[in-house]
């Protein structure tokens, strides 16, 4: 056998390879700009700790207010539904994550500006900033992501406006379940809505879900009696056939391709009868899950022709957000 194989000869797709090398490509530019200067001048003649300063400033005028929670429960009434017991947590997660952006860009430009000293947490959110990451105190607060930093902040951003129209519109017809911290926490109050108007028993029902002739959630009217509408699903490893509604083999060079809407559709557990479906896993990114299960959000059901362990080997799954 030759030193170098290709992916087919492991009964991979071409695209494998090209993943490889990218990820290790990438793996080596975080080395080298981590290792890059810490002082002088950057690009454009300015110094390091302007530019760094302007960045912040820039960060700094995008976040958004904090949501008065107390006006938010108002709204609802004593009336809750599942649904909006996981938006007033969500959205206490996120005003947790505002808040901590507010106050460590607000304490880092007045230590730029030689007004505070400059603390160990401070010096690595400005070592982040320059090098375009996020920074850790924020990560710790934010969904896990793989994005650099002006990637996540057009993500965050999004995540405000699903918020507030959630709060001012009411419930999405499409929700982004990328926008939202805990999407698992969504899936499991869809269930329990369904069993409280249904009189199931919550422990013998489960979600069922099928792809829509939506390409995208512009297309969608209206929001469906039961369950909801998910948009925002990346999948790997396969292609989706919008003609005959099923998987099908990847293109060359497309290593991630969009997910139709899906529909989530809350049943019981004895009703459920699957046949010729692969139920594909749903990441929260690309790095997928680690021992302990953590990175799995739920299990998506796609249509196939073709045995499952031919998905099964090409690694096919779905994930929230793209790196």
Not at 167 to 189: C, D, F, Q, R
Not at 272 to 281: A, D, E, G, K, V
Not at 285 to 290: E, F, G, I, L
Not at 299 to 308: G, N, V, Y
């Amino acid at each position: 056998m030759p030193l170098a194989n290709t992916p087919e000869v492991m009964g991979l797709h071409s695209n494998v390879e090209i993943g490889y090398y990218t990820l290790a490509v990438r793996e080596m530019w975080t080395h080298l700009i981590d290792l890059q200067p810490q002082t002088g001048e950057s690009s454009g003649g300015i110094t390091r700790e302007e530019q760094i300063s302007q960045v912040a400033q820039d960060i700094q005028n995008k976040v958004p207010e904090l949501f008065d929670m107390d006006v938010v429960r108002k709204t609802f009434g004593t009336d809750v539904s599942p649904t909006s017991v996981v938006l007033l947590q969500e959205l206490e997660r996120f005003n947790k994550l505002v808040d901590r952006m507010q106050q460590s860009l607000a304490e880092l430009i007045r230590a730029l500006a030689g007004e505070v000293g400059m603390s160990s947490e401070l010096d690595e959110v400005s070592r982040a900033l320059f090098n375009g990451h996020i920074p850790a105190v924020w990560k710790k607060l934010a969904p896990e992501t793989l994005k650099s930093l002006g990637s996540w902040m057009s993500h965050f951003k999004r995540r405000h406006e699903q918020y507030e129209s959630w709060v001012n519109e009411g419930e999405p017809k499409v929700m982004w379940l990328s926008g939202l911290h805990i999407p698992e926490s969504y899936l499991t109050a869809l269930v329990q809505a369904a069993c409280r108007n249904n009189g199931w028993p919550l422990d013998l029902s489960t979600l069922y879900t099928e792809v829509t002739r939506y390409r995208s959630e512009d297309e969608v009217t209206e929001r469906p009696r039961q369950g909801c509408f998910v948009s925002g699903l990346f999948l790997e490893g396969a292609d989706w056939d919008m003609e005959n509604s099923c998987l099908m083999k990847s293109k060359p060079k497309a290593l991630v391709v969009e997910l139709p809407v899906l529909r989530v559709i809350p049943v019981e557990t004895r009703r459920l009868r699957l046949q010729n479906t692969l139920r594909t896993p749903v990441y929260t990114t690309s790095m997928r899950r680690n021992a302990m299960g953590v990175g799995l959000v739920f299990e998506a059901d796609l249509f196939t022709t073709l045995h499952i362990s031919h998905w099964v080997l090409q690694g096919v799954c779905l994930c929230l957000n793209t790196d």
